[in-house]
Nanobody, 120 residues
Framework: QVQLVESGGGLVQAGGSLRLSCAAS????????MGWYRQVPGKQRELVAT???????NYADHVKGRFTISRDNAKNKAFLQMNSLKPEDTAVYHC??????????????WGQGTQVTVSS
């Protein structure tokens, strides 16, 4: 009953910017932490950034100072502002959320992902 859908990916040149969005929908009572992860073929999915229910944030070293995670609790959305993009940022970016649903309780949910490609 809970779904996460990402949007905002695309092709940009190195040094450019993108803003990713994640919309959670369905039977949702509360969302605790939300996060963004990325994955390239042949590699483990890795943390990009997380944000707690109170707004605390955590970033991977690779993106500190360049990416900003935020959320809109009223709309059950999370965002990832990506600046100064590098070719090594190229990946499929997935949204993650820990959600309490009245029907099923707490659960960990993932979106399908959105492709980000950075050219040099």
């Amino acid at each position: 009953q809970v779904q996460l859908v990402e949007s905002g990916g695309g092709l940009v040149q190195a040094g450019g910017s993108l803003r990713l969005s994640c919309a959670a929908s369905g039977s949702i009572f509360n969302i605790n932490a939300m996060g963004w992860y990325r994955q390239v073929p042949g590699k483990q999915r890795e943390l990009v950034a997380t944000i707690g229910s109170g707004g605390s944030t955590n970033y991977a070293d690779h993106v500190k100072g360049r990416f900003t995670i935020s959320r809109d609790n009223a709309k059950n959305k999370a965002f990832l502002q990506m600046n100064s993009l590098k070719p090594e940022d190229t990946a499929v970016y997935h949204c993650n959320a820990y959600v309490y649903s009245p029907s099923t309780g707490w659960g960990d949910y993932w979106g399908q992902g959105t492709q980000v490609t950075v050219s040099s």
